[in-house]
């Protein structure tokens, strides 16, 4: 069992940056991979970007490639998910997921095991 905890989250204007940090605690944390979700509300949470530990392989979708960066530092047990050039519609809750199964991307929120508690984003106009 694991527990993802994010940070990071607040308030910028439309075209600044944020980080989030997402870190797991728990054994065999690097028996799963990770992924970041947005719910806003009213909606579903969807898929935002996932990644490996092992070997760091990444997906995002495409609503924020070109402008979201996920990472990881293995020693930390740390996730992040830079997030540059925001949009008002990019306001929403944060989620980190992790998935069973170290060497596969997961995109689909049915196939997460454990979840954090989440952290607000809000970006103004």
């Known amino acids: 069992q694991v527990q993802p905890v994010e940070s990071g989250g607040g308030l910028v204007q439309a075209g600044g940056s944020l980080r989030l940090s997402c870190t797991v605690a728990g054994r065999s944390f690097d028996a799963y991979s990770m992924g970041w979700f947005r719910q806003a509300p009213g909606k579903e949470r969807d898929f935002v970007a996932a990644?490996?530990?092992?070997?760091?392989?990444?997906s995002y979708a495409d609503s924020v490639k070109g402008r979201f960066t996920i990472s990881r530092d293995n020693a930390k047990r740390t996730v992040y998910l830079q997030m540059d050039a925001l949009k008002p519609e990019d306001t929403a809750d944060y989620y980190c997921?992790?998935?069973?199964?170290?060497?596969?991307?997961?995109?689909?929120?049915?196939?997460?095991?454990?979840w954090g508690q989440g952290t607000q984003v809000t970006v103004s106009s």
């Open positions: 990644i490996t530990w092992t070997d760091g392989k990444t």
């Open positions: 997921g992790a998935a069973y199964g170290e060497n596969n991307i997961y995109t689909q929120r049915i196939l997460y095991d454990y």
